[in-house]
């Protein structure tokens, strides 16, 4: 009894912090989520599971990193990003860059 106890707690602990940083804005129908893989002055190129795209900067593109607004200094190589935005012609010109959790320390902030 003891040992189903502590499974159905560390369980229960895994999918909290799964729901926790689950971010409802990156699955929109303009929302693309993966790994930078060149970084750019005006953008930088994201591999999905599908695509590489060039992502751009506009003016009134926003930052975030651990839920704080940030700069484009955020985004380096081998992060995890979200990006929401307009896509065309390969391009997406972003409204939002979004530094996922799992990824804004240690080894990608090393690179």
Same mark, same amino acid.
């Given at each position: 009894?003891?040992?189903? @106890? &502590?499974?159905?707690?560390?369980?229960?602990?895994?999918?909290? &912090?799964a !729901?926790?940083?689950? %971010?409802a804005? !990156?699955?929109?129908? @303009?929302?693309?989520? =993966?790994? /930078?893989?060149?970084?750019?002055?005006?953008?930088?190129? !994201? +591999?999905? +599971?599908?695509?590489? #795209?060039? /992502?751009?900067? &506009?003016?009134?593109t $926003?930052?975030?990193?651990? =839920?704080?607004?940030? &700069?484009k200094?955020? /985004? $380096?190589? =081998?992060?995890? #990003?979200?990006?929401?935005?307009?896509?065309?012609? =390969?391009?997406v010109?972003?409204?939002? /860059? #979004?530094?996922?959790?799992?990824?804004?320390?240690? %080894?990608?902030?090393?690179?």
């Open positions: 009894m003891n040992r189903w @106890n &502590s499974t159905a707690g560390a369980l229960l602990l895994l999918a909290s &912090s !729901l926790y940083a689950h %971010d804005r !990156l699955h929109g129908a @303009n929302a693309n989520t =993966g790994e /930078v893989v060149a970084t750019m002055k005006d953008g930088f190129d !994201l +591999k999905t +599971k599908t695509e590489t #795209i060039h /992502v751009k900067y &506009s003016d009134a $926003k930052f975030e990193l651990d =839920g704080k607004d940030a &700069s200094a955020a /985004v $380096k190589k =081998g992060q995890r #990003i979200g990006v929401v935005g307009a896509k065309a012609s =390969g391009e010109t972003a409204e939002q /860059v #979004i530094v996922l959790p799992a990824t804004n320390a240690g %080894d990608a902030a090393k690179k």
